[in-house]
């Protein structure tokens, strides 16, 4: 079976974005779906939905990968999970270590969408010699004393940091050296490595900052209409606290117009009005 270190993906000799890069798998999970339900083909229209991003953009990044599909039938659904498969390099077998089994280095390991995807867990390490031997998602974890070992005997060419932020740096320094050449990390702390290695991070911590601010901004909009409408129904009311004196200050007047009009021929009111 083909290993990551021997086959890498052929993304960026084929001159795909990386923004493309980065919504490939986006597509992928929505065809998995739709082949699960054993949907044959689909629109771009739908599958831009189910991906989130607008068809025009789906069509141009499948034109990347050659794929126009079909007017009037749209995309062959299986063929594109090959597709998209095959352009990320899931195809083959991925060797992962996993550095770090703390609560998320054990729930990553027991994540079951690696095996599904190309991803093989190689091997789970932790620092603490009391979790040698310790099983997590049916393998035993290892010291880190075995970490060049333990890659280089299975060809490990991405790694996993879920380490302590502290601890991070140490650790990649040694995956990198060890020949990893992709690396996703967990820890909350950036990682400098040499030209040459990928770093992905994930935080999500970050992401809850970004969530928490749109959620500022939207409370922020709805106080700004409330005022609005305030202003509004205050305007409204002062409106009619004119208009209401307006009337007040012509009303004597009518009246005084009212009783000259009715004076007689002397200018004196008539006690009875002529039958």
Known sequence: MATGRTHRP????????????????LYLRALTALSERSVPTVSSEELAAAAGVNSAKLRKDFSYLGSYGTRGVGYDVEYLVYQISRELGLTQDWPVVI???????????????????????????????????????????????????????????????????????QVCDRLVAAGVTSILNFAPTVLSVPDGVDVRKVDLSIELQILAFHEQRKAGEEAGAEAVVADAVAEAAAADVTAAGSAAEAAPTAARAENTDRKGPDGDVPAVMPA
């Open 10 to 25: 052929a993304t960026r000799s084929r001159g795909i974005p990386e923004a493309t890069v980065a919504r490939l798998p």
């Open 99 to 169: 550095v770090g089994i703390g609560n998320l280095g054990a729930a990553l390991a027991n994540y079951g969408g690696f095996a599904s995807r190309g991803f093989r867990v190689a091997a789970l390490i932790d620092a603490d010699p009391n979790m040698a031997g310790t099983p997590v998602a049916g393998m035993p974890v290892q010291h880190t004393d075995e970490l060049e070992k333990i890659i280089a005997d299975n060809g490990v060419s991405i790694g996993v940091i879920s380490t302590p932020a502290g601890a991070a740096q």
